[in-house]
Antibody
Framework: QLQLQESGPGLVKPSETLSLTCTVS??????????WGWIRQPPGKGLEWIGN???????YYNPSLKSRVTTSVDTSKNQFSLKLTSVTAADTAVYYC???????????????????WGQGTLVTVSS | QSALTQPPSASGSPGQSVTISCTGT?????????VSWYQQHPGKAPKLMIY???KRPSGVPDRFSGSKSGNTASLTVSGLQAEDEGDYYC???????????FGGGTKLTVL
């Protein structure tokens, strides 16, 4: 059974870098059919896609966060990671990792669903 | 890209049906059959309920169904049960660079 688990500091100071890791168990991250994504949810608010990464290192990012986001993958550990720089209080949220799947059409993978999700980890930005 | 538009709330009595709408544009919902729906209970991670407009993952009851017309997708929950109460989010593929956009969420109350 595929499971994902986020880990990392729960408190980050303003202007510093938020770093999270997602450990995948029950399946290999080396799959041709999936990307691995990050989504966040500020307290009491809706979901926001942050970005995703393929096992080869190909990435896609939300344009609104692109200048501050970096994702990476470690296939030897079956993990992928998120770094968000220059954080402010607005970056306080529950951060989720998830498998990002879709449909191959004409040689292109149209990513369109997230499943399963990790349990999420609350990251608070505060001094 | 802007968030998809969902009604903030919806409700129904046990056994009834309720439909939640998700309105986007021709660049996302209307342009592709790549809409998904998620259920979220308080303090829990979202759960995939519908993908590619109308497909149900294994284990999701057939009381949940999805459809799309133009730029608006819909999630219908038939035979409402108490455990269906929660927040529901739609999401869509939004074109180049595999961009993903979510709706603002709808709180479903079972009366």
């Amino acid at each position: 059974q595929l499971q994902l688990q986020e880990s990392g500091p729960g408190l980050v100071k303003p202007s510093e870098t938020l770093s999270l890791t997602c450990t995948v168990s029950g399946a290999s991250i080396n799959s041709n059919n999936y990307y691995w994504g990050w989504i966040r949810q500020p307290p009491g608010k809706g979901l926001e896609w942050i970005g995703n990464i393929y096992y080869s290192g190909t990435t896609y990012y939300n344009p609104s966060l692109k200048s501050r986001v970096t994702t990476s993958v470690d296939t030897s550990k079956n993990q992928f990671s998120l770094k968000l720089t220059s954080v402010t209080a607005a970056d306080t949220a529950v951060y989720y990792c998830a498998r990002h799947g879709g449909l191959w059409v004409g040689g292109l993978l149209y990513l369109n669903w997230f499943d399963p999700w990790g349990q999420g980890t609350l990251v608070t930005v505060s001094s | 890209q802007s968030a998809l538009t969902q009604p903030p709330s919806a409700s129904g009595s046990p056994g009834q049906s309720v439909t939640i709408s998700c309105t986007g544009t021709s660049s996302d919902v209307g342009g592709y059959n790549y809409v998904s729906w998620y259920q979220q209970h308080p303090g829990k991670a979202p759960k995939l309920m519908i993908y590619e407009v109308s497909k149900r993952p294994s284990g999701v009851p057939d009381r949940f169904s999805g459809s799309k017309s133009g730029n608006t997708a819909s999630l219908t929950v038939s035979g409402l049960q108490a455990e269906d109460e929660g927040d529901y989010y739609c999401s869509s593929y939004a074109g180049s660079n595999n961009f993903v956009v979510f709706g603002g969420g709808t709180k479903l109350t079972v009366l």
